[in-house]
């Protein structure tokens, strides 16, 4: 193991741009109807939510739809700022509880604000809204590819959250907090925060431990998540293991949440260990019913800070400089290796074949990190 120092921390507020209130902003513009088009991934869903927030505080009038797709759609229902979501497999679903295939506004949409860029976003942009204005935002694919090949000793770009409210309100922001927030289903909130409190409340609370990420490498490995486990138990948490999707229960299970399933584990001596399944919206009132997030670098991570709840972000192979830092009370843990980043979304294997990145990333960092957010005031976000 390697000394504390090794290791990097950091702690991300909110993002905060000042400028004389009377500038211009590029939205004010902008003909409507407005489509935005972000079908892909989760987390940069997320993040688009503070771009539409600024839209609607300063146009409250321009009709807005979202185009995504069906997976991610439930992240925008429940936002003032939409109309309706449309779906990109041609069929749409309604943010208000409008009939299928029925948009807010009548089409056609007079500008795009495609924020999945590249020809993906076009396409899509030109299938939905053709002939419209299309207004799309800085990827910032050389910086990104320069910081992998020449390491963190190059200024990464900024957060894709301000490159996003940059294509909004260009250099002129007002002063605002970027932080993206989205709604949490009451209902579901309430029954899964009712199944969390038998047959009895751990004695400081629930830990979400999300190890899961798209690309292997990513995923925080199961040495690391063991000993996290352990050490949350020992410091009287209760532990929820999160589980992919498609990922089966194990162990008995104990109720039906709004869709949701949760079984006990085998913990030690009896301690409160869970894991758990389900559908998109009981996950968001599951993270937003917990004390703090314990997450790979992934969707989980900005969900979890969206819904307001704490979230300290594991990054083995990748860096927040390549601009996915998380927003709200947060940490983020790393091991400092010039190997690092090592791809711009994180790689399948470790071209070194050693995983220092993870190997070399010590529990008790993690485990201070959780205790000290858990001290902290709470979140009014979700």
């Given amino acids: 193991m390697i000394s504390r120092r090794s290791l990097s921390t950091s702690t991300s507020g909110k993002l905060v741009r000042k400028t004389p209130g009377t500038a211009?902003?590029?939205?004010?513009?902008?003909?409507?109807?407005?489509?935005?088009?972000?079908l892909?991934?989760?987390?940069?869903?997320?993040?688009?939510?503070?771009?539409?927030?600024?839209?609607?505080?300063?146009?409250?009038?321009?009709?807005?739809?979202?185009l995504t797709r069906?997976?991610?759609a439930p992240v925008l229902r429940g936002l003032e700022a939409i109309g309706s979501v449309l779906l990109d497999d041609a069929s749409s679903s309604s943010?208000?509880?409008?009939?299928?295939?029925?948009?807010?506004?009548?089409?056609?949409?007079?500008?795009?604000?495609?924020l999945q860029g590249g020809q993906k976003g076009r396409r899509a942009g030109q299938r939905w809204a053709p002939g419209a204005q299309r207004i799309t935002y800085e990827r910032a694919s050389l910086q990104r590819r320069l910081l992998v090949l020449c390491g963190r000793r190059m200024k990464g770009p900024e957060p894709l959250v301000v490159r996003f409210a940059r294509a909004v309100a260009g250099g002129a922001l007002e002063t605002t907090a970027l932080q993206p927030k989205v709604a949490v289903d009451v209902d579901r909130r309430r029954v899964i925060g009712a199944s969390l409190s038998t047959p009895a409340r751990p004695k400081r609370g629930w830990v979400v431990l999300a190890p899961s990420a798209s690309?292997?490498?990513?995923?925080?490995?199961?040495?690391?998540?063991?000993?996290?486990?352990?050490?949350?138990?020992?410091?009287s948490w209760g532990v929820i293991r999160l589980l992919p999707p498609d990922a089966p229960l194990t162990g008995a299970t104990e109720g039906h949440a709004g869709g949701a399933l949760l079984a006990?584990?085998?913990?030690?001596?009896?301690?409160?260990?869970?894991?758990?399944?389900?559908?998109?919206p009981d996950v968001m009132a599951l993270l937003a019913s917990v004390s703090v997030v314990i997450s790979s670098d992934s969707g989980i991570l900005h969900l979890a800070t969206a819904v307001g709840t704490p979230a300290v972000g594991l990054f083995g192979p990748t860096v927040p400089e390549l601009g996915f830092s998380p927003l709200g009370r947060s940490h983020v843990v790393g091991v400092d290796l010039a190997c690092r980043p090592c791809h711009i979304h994180g790689p399948h294997h470790c071209w070194l074949r050693h995983e220092r990145c993870w190997r070399e990333m010590e529990p008790e960092i993690i485990l201070d990190a959780v205790a000290e957010l858990s001290t902290t005031a709470p979140n009014t976000a979700g």
Avoid: M
């Avoid at 892909?40 to 979202?66: F, N």
């Avoid at 943010?95 to 495609?114: C, E, H, I, N």
């Avoid at 490498?217 to 020992?234: I, T």
């Fill in 40 to 66: 892909s991934s989760l987390g940069d869903l997320v993040l688009a939510t503070a771009a539409l927030e600024l839209i609607h505080k300063r146009r409250p009038e321009l009709a807005i739809d979202v």
């Fill in 264 to 280: 006990t584990l085998a913990g030690r001596d009896g301690e409160p260990v869970r894991t758990f399944s389900g559908p998109l």
């Fill in 24 to 38: 211009a902003w590029p939205v004010d513009s902008w003909p409507g109807p407005l489509l935005l088009v972000r």
């Fill in 70 to 72: 069906r997976p991610y």
């Fill in 215 to 235: 690309r292997r490498l990513k995923a925080v490995p199961e040495r690391l998540s063991g000993a996290l486990q352990e050490g949350l138990l020992k410091r």
């Fill in 95 to 114: 943010a208000r509880g409008r009939a299928p295939a029925q948009a807010s506004s009548a089409l056609p949409y007079a500008t795009v604000l495609d």
